[in-house]
């Protein structure tokens, strides 16, 4: 079935830089789009950003766009959130989800890991 | 912007059957997702393409979804099954989410 393990969140101050890692294990990481998807302290999901099994097709919230950046090496089977200017509201615990599929299935989540917390604070 | 509406809070007895509402404009005519999220665990995908149950995802989850409203519907509610759900569906290049709904069995 898989399993995602994110990491690189920490403490980080407003207009600072973080990037977040996830690495995949248990699954053909090349075939499959990846996502990050992240949830403030209480609330909801919210998507952040989505990117195809060969890299070239990325997709992002209006929230995060200019300033967060996805990428992937599929050779380390790994997928890349660069975090730029960060803000207070970008605090988060930051999810690693698998796509199902393609096409429509791109859009559907079906292995999550267990996430990275970003605080963004002074 | 495109919203997607949720009841923040729905309960139910063991046993019984609870149906879950997701409203946008228009929300029939596109695919609708159901995700389980347990108190301090990671979101899992109970229902897909409105209606499909990925593999060990118990019969008792169905979902449907018409006009301007998709549904997730727990048929023999279980104690296990108390969490927040949340619809997603996606627009053009947008992922989109409800705010999430607590199910608490009484």
């Known amino acids: 079935e898989g399993h995602l393990s994110e990491s690189g969140g920490a403490l980080v101050q407003p207009g600072g830089s973080l990037r977040l890692s996830c690495a995949a294990s248990e699954f053909t990481f090349s075939n499959y789009a990846m996502n990050w998807v992240r949830q403030a302290p209480g609330q909801g999901l919210e998507w952040v950003s989505t990117l195809s099994g060969s890299g070239g097709r990325t997709y992002s919230a209006d929230s995060v766009k200019g300033r967060f950046t996805i990428s992937r090496d599929n050779s380390k089977n790994t997928l890349y959130l660069q975090m730029n200017s960060l803000r207070d509201e970008d605090t988060a615990l930051y999810y690693c989800?698998?796509?199902?599929?393609?096409?429509?299935?791109?859009?559907?989540?079906?292995?999550w890991g267990r996430g990275t917390l970003v605080t963004v604070s002074s | 912007s495109y919203e997607l509406t949720q009841p923040p809070s729905v309960s139910v007895s063991p046993g019984q059957t609870v149906i879950i509402p997701c409203s946008g404009d228009g929300l029939g005519d596109q695919y609708v997702s159901w995700y389980q999220q347990k108190s301090g665990q990671s979101p899992v995908l109970v229902v897909y393409q409105d209606a499909k149950r990925p593999s060990g995802i118990p019969e008792r989850f169905s979902g449907s979804n018409s006009g301007n409203t998709a549904t997730l519907t727990i048929s023999g509610t279980q104690a296990m099954d108390e969490a927040d759900y949340y619809c997603q569906a996606w627009d053009t290049t947008t992922v989109l989410y409800g705010g999430g709904t607590k199910v608490t069995v009484l």
């Open positions: 989800a698998k796509s199902r599929g393609g096409g429509d299935s791109t859009w559907y989540f079906d292995l």
